[in-house]
């Protein structure tokens, strides 16, 4: 079975530029959720989407980020304009509906300069 | 809220040594918990779990009981070796449902020669 898969892997931006991230979750998995791990920090959840729905968003910062799950399969995590704080690991995980165990893709690292 | 501490690392042992890492929880209701392992440029592995009290989880010879009664959920190994140097994130989330996971800061281990 394949697991989940991110792209890009890596991703270099200068501060104000934009960038885009990409999942797709594990098939047949409907909660499919986007964290933020900054360096030393465990991950914080960024949004979390059941279906094409969103259920949960309360730590977004929302004047810059914004995320779309149209067809309830695959994913896109946006950033405009980014900032030099937005430098972290962006990992992406999915779970059935009524089971709380998630699986992790390998992430995508940004580095904004 | 909920909340996750660890132990903070680095934690650096010999191969053979006995592992401890320490983790204690707050949650409104009743969680699940879990540990993870992050291995160098690689996504999060799920590496063993608990859902009710008294229930010990394990996997690869690592061990954790999750204690109601101490709201811990420490993590155990009785001899390390090179190839688990990673970095351990304790998590928790509510039973039953899929919801956001709520990590600690992750606490790195080196295993030594």
């Known amino acids: 079975e394949a697991g989940v898969a991110q792209s890009p892997r890596y991703k270099i931006i200068e501060k104000r530029q934009s960038v885009a991230f990409w999942c797709n979750p594990i098939?047949?998995?409907?909660?499919l959720y986007w964290y933020q791990q900054i360096l030393g920090q465990g991950p914080k959840l960024l949004i979390q989407f059941q279906n094409n729905g969103v259920v949960d968003d309360s730590q977004l910062p929302k004047d810059r980020f914004s995320a779309e799950r149209l067809k309830g399969v695959d994913s896109t995590l946006k950033i405009q304009p980014a900032k030099l704080e937005d430098s972290a690991v962006y990992l992406c995980a999915s779970s059935l509906e009524s089971v709380n165990e998630q699986f992790f893709g390998p992430g995508t690292r940004l580095t904004v300069l | 809220g909920n909340s996750v501490t660890q132990m903070e690392g680095p934690v650096t042992l010999s191969e053979e040594a006995f592992l401890t890492i320490n983790c204690t929880y707050t949650a409104t209701g009743y969680p699940s918990l879990f540990w993870y392992v992050q291995y160098p440029g690689e996504g999060l592995q799920l590496l063993l779990k608990a859902t009710k009290a008294d229930d010990k989880g394990s996997n690869k010879g690592f061990e954790a009981t999750y204690r109601k009664e101490t709201t811990s959920f420490h993590l155990e190994k009785g001899s390390v070796q090179v190839s688990d140097s990673a970095v351990y994130f304790c998590a928790l989330t509510l039973t039953g449902t899929a919801s956001k996971l709520t990590f600690g800061t992750g606490t790195r281990l080196q295993v030594t020669l």
């Open positions: 098939s047949g998995h409907a909660t």
